[in-house]
């Protein structure tokens, strides 16, 4: 009796040892084969030295299906695993916007999630024969220091099944997170240095207004005047945006050594001008800025090509009188295709991206250079027709039906990421004497370069009524938003620290659905089980105590 009596008080001694203990040790073990529980080593950093403290308002809660429930876990998960990290320097809550008690109130809070910019999402249900809609925010606000900022929560790619995109989702919480918490609360120490190449491009500031003033929220920007002497120096990657005047060998050889000394670069670069486009046409005529050797060198060659691809965007046209009016509809425009294609390197930088759109694209092809490694990330769709320029492009040609046996090129690379030690142009070249030997450099450290062939990827479109600037990306015709400016920035955030935050877009959260046809099947003999079973097994424990009591007091 006294020998039960003390193990029973043993066994309460070390519960209460280690609820104590747990009170002051905080552990956790993520048994899972993808690791999801666990943060990337970039937001650990993070979260680990903020400087004061963050608070996060998630609006996805409620009475939400499976799948949005389950986006909703996830991102419940990290916030659980930010505060694993941070301690007390993280809060979060959850607030349901269909829990406002009155209408106008609940007006009143969708409003201002809108002019934060939480966008919302509709979806549909069918309840008792009757459709209905409801409108959810699948996104959060974060709050540092009076600053606010919204999240998406809910990305991926449009093209995939709503199952893979609430996926995509899951796998992209800790990214969204962590880079807003890092916009808020970057120190001017901390910022990395991005230099904007101008003065060879005739597109008015306006045209990239979105995509700089996004820059700006992460980066310190500096204007680069490439007519200066002097090497580019004290910059963490240069940024050449739709050059359309040809570089000079003395500021080849500057982007050169910037490069070979381990400076990042970011190219978008058009392999053909196309002026205003007419009924009649206009002709795109191949366009040379000086970069073909240097571009050579690196891996890369920029093709005097346009691409036309069935898979597109529309524009609006007049296809012909609707009585006395002009009959204006949204037709295909094969010019401007819908960059969809990834490749299978499964890079951070396109990773679960939306399609990219793309305006007088250009083809980009690979060649030999030692000791670079090449990784495709934006290709067209199999179905394209290349024109060698000049190539006539009219309006007209949207009017016609396009013939798919003409639509056989295949894939065409438009952008290319470029990795490794690269070898300068200018290497055998540069004599004693030659002023600029002071500081040269053959081969360099490792770095990295992306070129897209197309200039337009990062040029934003204006309301000149309004006199204000398009989202990146933002169609204006469909009211659609493509990927462009998440591409930019991805490309940025890789290009400068590969190992940042950026990292945190590698997460791969398995999708493992349930055979439907094996679950309705077998349906009824699960339930009996989870029926019968707890009921069994009670029972067969019951039997076994009572057998070994009988068997230790019986003797």
Not at 110 to 116: H, M, S, V
């Amino acid at each position: 009796m006294k020998s039960a009596v003390s193990r029973t008080l043993l066994v309460v001694a070390v519960l209460i040892a280690v609820n104590l203990l747990s009170a002051f040790v905080f552990f956790r073990l993520d048994l899972t084969q993808e690791k999801r529980y666990t943060l990337s080593e970039a937001t650990q950093t993070l979260l680990a030295s903020l400087p004061d403290d963050i608070h996060v308002d998630v609006y996805l809660t409620g009475d939400l299906p499976p799948g949005f429930k389950r986006l909703e876990n996830a991102v419940r998960e990290t916030l659980d695993g930010f505060q694993a990290e941070a301690g007390k320097r993280v809060t979060y809550r959850f607030i349901n916007p269909d829990a406002v008690s009155t209408p106008d109130e609940k007006n009143k809070l969708i409003d201002k999630l809108q002019q934060k910019g939480l966008l919302p999402t509709n979806l549909y249900a069918s309840e008792g024969g009757k459709r209905t809609e409801k409108l959810v925010f699948p996104g959060a606000i974060i709050s540092y220091k009076g600053k606010e900022t919204a999240v998406e929560l809910l990305k991926g790619n449009k093209a995939a099944s709503p199952e893979e995109q609430l996926n995509q989702s899951y796998e992209g919480v800790e990214f969204q997170l962590a880079s807003a918490i890092r916009k808020l609360t970057q120190t001017e120490e901390n910022r990395k240095r991005i230099g904007l190449l101008y003065g060879h491009t005739q597109v008015p500031p306006s045209r990239f207004a979105d995509l700089l003033a996004s820059v700006q929220q992460t980066y310190d920007l500096f204007f680069i005047d490439m007519s200066k002497p002097g090497p580019i120096a004290g910059l963490d990657l240069v940024l050449v945006p739709k050059p359309d005047k040809a570089f000079s060998e003395d500021e080849i050889f500057k982007l050169d050594q910037f490069v070979v000394h381990g400076g990042r670069a970011l190219f978008f670069v058009d392999g053909q001008r196309v002026d205003s486009v007419s009924n009649e046409g206009t002709y795109a005529q191949p366009l040379s800025l000086n970069l073909d050797d240097l571009f050579f060198r690196w891996g890369v060659r920029i093709n005097r090509d346009v691409v036309k691809d069935l898979y597109c965007a529309t524009i609006p046209l007049n296809v012909g009188n609707l009585g006395d009016k002009p009959n204006i509809q949204l037709v295909p425009w094969r010019f401007y295709p819908r960059l969809n294609n990834f490749g299978t390197s499964g890079n951070p930088i396109v990773r679960n991206l939306d399609a990219v759109l793309g305006r007088f694209v250009s083809t980009l092809d690979t060649v030999r250079s030692v000791g670079i490694q090449k990784t495709p990330l934006l290709l067209t769709s199999p179905y394209t027709n290349l024109l060698k320029t000049p190539a006539l492009i009219s309006y007209n040609e949207a009017r016609q039906q396009p013939d798919p046996q003409t639509y056989t090129g295949g894939p065409r690379l438009i952008g290319c990421l470029l990795e490794g030690k690269f070898q300068s142009l200018f290497a055998n070249r540069i004599l004693p004497g030659d002023p600029r030997a002071t500081g040269f450099k053959a081969e360099g450290v490792a770095s990295r370069i992306l070129i897209c062939s197309d200039g337009d990827l990062i040029v934003n479109d204006v309301d000149y009524k309004r006199q204000t600037p398009y989202p990146l990306g933002f169609d204006r015709y469909t009211r659609t938003t493509y990927a462009n400016k998440d591409f930019a920035l991805n490309a940025i955030d890789y290009l400068v620290d590969p190992t940042g935050v950026i990292a945190a877009r590698n997460r791969t959260v398995t999708l493992r659905p349930l055979d439907k046809i094996r679950v309705d099947s077998s349906r009824t003999s699960w339930q009996l089980l989870n029926l019968l079973g707890p009921i069994a097994l009670l029972g067969i424990v019951g039997v076994v105590w009572q057998m070994a009591r009988r068997r230790q007091f019986g003797r």
